[in-house]
């Protein structure tokens, strides 16, 4: 029979028990009815849905209990209000002047994102080289180390002297405190590489940027993810601290105010606004990990086979 086929040109038939062409039996995908195998449908829009609300709904649970209990606080005057004010009079503060409140947090997310991105960029920088020379990483780290043990509130008044009280010690002190996260993560996340990859595409002739931008860069990719989510949060807080020295606008502006004037409803206002710009800057930075890097080991919830 086969040589009819031939004869005919026909491709002779396949039998049952060997696997396609260019497919030998451990390239072949197991059939859905394998022992160890389920076949799973992707999820659609209303089960990511519960998905995502089965995962949101703890600490948003928590965060009303924490206003529960400052509410109880000042409902049932356990402190003075002038210390403690209530979350209605607050919210109520908020709303009142929320243009004044929105010009200095727009200030201080400004400073926040320009440090975070310098932060981004200069520690990216210094880990490839770090990496790619032990030289330079002898003679950095010693350095990064002893820089990021400082109080940054103890030099900031430094930078206000150099720079004067515009932008500038902002950002400067953002970066600092954003630089040290990105550096370390990024240096880890290089250093992960499994050395048989590199061996591998030394072997087949791959230059030193093939190699980087193929393997080493997108191996680093979750471990620098780890350490942006770290360093956005902190990139707000140098923003802040370097308004504490010396700022005429700004969220740390308005908390100092506050503070002096013995004025809490905005005092706390000021403090939530704070907050709630580090919270939405790190789900940003989430969201563009899932964009991202939806090939890495953590994003593979949506697989569509299952081996247990």
């Not at 449908?41 to 703890?58: C, N």
């Not at 100092?256 to 939530?272: E, K, V």
Request: hydrophobic share 55%; net charge neutral; with cysteine.
């Amino acid at each position: 029979m086969v040589s009819q086929h031939l004869s005919r040109g026909d491709d002779p038939p396949r039998s049952a028990n060997r696997p396609p062409h260019g497919r030998g039996a451990a390239g072949a995908k197991p059939p859905a009815d394998a022992p160890g195998v389920v076949e799973r449908d992707r999820p659609g829009a209303g089960e990511r849905i519960a998905t995502a609300l089965e995962s949101a709904w703890r600490p948003v649970a928590l965060l009303v209990a924490c206003f529960a209990a400052w509410w109880a606080i000042t409902a049932f005057k356990l402190v003075e209000a002038y210390l403690v004010p209530s979350p209605w009079t607050t919210l109520k503060l908020m709303g009142d002047k929320w243009g004044y409140i929105w010009h200095h947090t727009w200030v201080t997310t400004y400073e926040t994102l320009i440090g975070f991105a310098l932060a981004v960029v200069i520690g990216v920088a210094a880990a490839v080289i770090m990496v790619y020379s032990s030289t330079v990483e002898r003679t950095l780290y010693p350095i990064l180390l002893f820089a990021q043990v400082i109080p940054k509130i103890a030099i900031a008044p430094l930078f206000v002297v150099w720079l004067g009280f515009g932008i500038g010690p902002k950002i400067v002190v953002a970066v600092l405190i954003a630089f040290f996260p990105v550096v370390i993560s990024m240096v880890a996340g290089l250093k992960a590489v499994d050395p048989e990859m590199l061996q591998l595409s030394s072997t087949m002739g791959a230059s030193a940027f093939a190699t980087f931008t193929k393997i080493r860069l997108p191996a680093s990719l979750p471990h620098l993810f780890s350490g942006l989510k770290v360093a956005v949060t902190l990139a707000v807080t140098g923003a802040v601290v370097g308004e504490f020295v010396g700022a005429n606008e700004g969220l740390g502006y308005v908390i100092l105010q506050a503070n002096g004037n013995i004025d809490t409803p905005m005092l706390f206002a000021g403090l939530l606004v704070m907050s709630a710009i580090g919270v939405v800057l790190f789900v940003a930075v989430e969201i563009a990990e899932k964009l991202l890097l939806p090939w890495h080991a953590s994003r593979r919830g949506e697989a569509v086979t299952t081996t247990y």
